[in-house]
């Protein structure tokens, strides 16, 4: 392609746009009142030359004329021709049409690019200079076999509806509305500019607000693993002495639970930002172990992982309230027993997750809102859940997804299913690094 048409494209990009700066609606208004005021028929014309708007104030002398379709095209010529050479001058020009009536074409220019114009006239003008071109009816091919229109030997009555104007009210006609046209485009722009600026300082503060919300996010995050350490601490030493109280009491099952805890706790003690699968799944099973002996509600636990997974890291804690909260569910609603079971696959460099159990499901209108908020991907602040309407266990689903995209800045995607045999499924899958 040459390059004078590559740099003609590329301006074509980004050349400023008449109906956006100023608008269709706006155009006619003006175009109106100014007629109305003046009694000049008008019409607003792009950068090309096409009409813009509708004519408002049309002769009907000029009306008849267009009538032709050979002098129609001729008309179009004249008004292309000045706007031409406003566009060319880059200030107001005044000719005479082939019929004779004093025109003008008003360029619209703003930051020194010509947007389009008003043209204007179907005056007539009794003392206009010499140095006034007029153009000829030759314009067009076979122009000299028209038929001649000539305002100068019409019958006066086809000439009533014409405003007559000197040549120096029609000057002043002609700057008054190039000052409007102007003024109001300039200023169209700059509102535009600056509702861009705006706009764009708005997209700016809004990535600054997530930025803030994600860190106040990763803050509360933390602040509850440090309460956590610190009540880790703290219930080991209760611990320590009722421990003690269940030996010399002779009670073993109360001694073999507390052992549990304990095993629990030092398992949270040896890492509570994250850990690998098997840790975690190591944590489940101890916390399924312990909670299996209350008697109302037991848990069958299984963990089916790929060998090659069983070290990779996931947030600490993560799945571990996940399951808690299934099994609560099941405590609350009264389950007598419920099974949950971990397994994995690997396809490609991404590792899916899968965790289900046969009891506990979401309703299908929470199901949905549910997965309308995982495709957003956004940290969601703890108040909002509850005015989303979103249970404790749909809050265990959005921290899990939360913990891995604050943990790894990775890109992870959930889904939630119901099984056909009862229960649900959640799908965790992320790039394996």
């Known amino acids: 392609m040459p390059r004078d048409q590559f740099e003609e494209r590329q301006h074509e990009k980004t050349r400023l746009d008449i109906m956006t700066a100023i608008g269709h609606d706006l155009l006619e208004e003006i175009q109106q009142a100014v007629a109305n005021v003046t009694g000049i028929a008008f019409v607003t014309v792009d950068y090309k030359g096409d009409v813009l708007t509708e004519t408002t104030h049309f002769c009907n002398y000029c009306k008849a004329v267009r009538d032709n379709p050979t002098s129609l095209l001729l008309c179009k010529l004249s008004d292309a021709s000045g706007a031409i050479i406003a566009a060319t001058n880059k200030e107001v020009s005044i000719y005479i049409c082939p019929c004779g009536l004093l025109e003008i074409a008003i360029p619209i220019i703003v930051d020194g690019h010509y947007l389009g114009g ?7 003008c009794d003392d206009v200079p010499d140095t006034i071109v007029r153009l000829s009816k030759n314009m067009i091919p076979g122009g000299q076999n028209l038929i001649e229109h000539d305002v100068s030997t019409s019958k006066p009555e086809d000439l009533a509806d014409i405003k007559r104007y000197s040549y120096s009210e029609v000057l002043s006609i002609a700057k008054l509305v190039e000052f409007i046209i102007n003024q109001l485009t300039n200023h169209e722009i700059v509102s535009n500019r600056n509702k861009q600026k705006n706009l764009k300082r708005i997209g700016t503060l809004e990535l600054k607000l997530r930025d803030i919300e994600s860190k106040l996010y990763s803050l509360q995050t933390e602040l509850v693993r440090y309460k956590r350490y610190v009540d880790i601490v703290r219930n080991c030493k209760l611990l320590d002495v009722i421990d003690s109280l269940s030996i010399l009491e002779n009670a073993p099952t109360t001694e073999a639970a507390i052992l549990e805890y304990t095993h629990t706790l030092a398992l949270q003690h040896d890492s509570w930002i994250e850990a690998t699968i098997k840790e975690e799944c190591s944590r489940i099973g101890t916390m399924v172990n312990l909670l299996n002996y209350r008697e109302d509600c037991h848990t069958t636990w299984n963990a089916n992982v790929d060998e090659a997974l069983w070290h990779c890291m996931v947030p600490a804690y993560g799945i571990w309230q996940y399951v808690q909260q299934i099994i609560e569910n099941a405590h609350q609603d009264g389950h007598n027993e419920i099974s949950i079971m ?5 396809q490609g460099n991404q590792v899916s997750i899968f965790l289900e159990n046969d009891r506990i499901a979401l309703d299908s209108d929470e199901l949905k809102l ?27 689903i959005l921290e899990l997804q939360q913990m891995f995209v604050t943990q790894y ?5 959930v889904e939630c299913h119901h099984k056909s045999y009862g229960g649900m499924q959640v799908k965790l899958s992320y790039p394996l690094e």
């Open 409 to 413: 800045s990775v890109s992870i995607h």
């Open 370 to 396: 549910l997965q309308d908020v995982l495709q957003k991907n956004t940290p969601v602040i703890h108040e909002d859940i509850s005015e989303q309407g979103l249970s404790l266990l749909s809050k265990s």
């Open 118 to 124: 008003f043209i204007g006239g179907q005056i007539l």
């Open 342 to 346: 971990l397994h994995t696959e690997i």
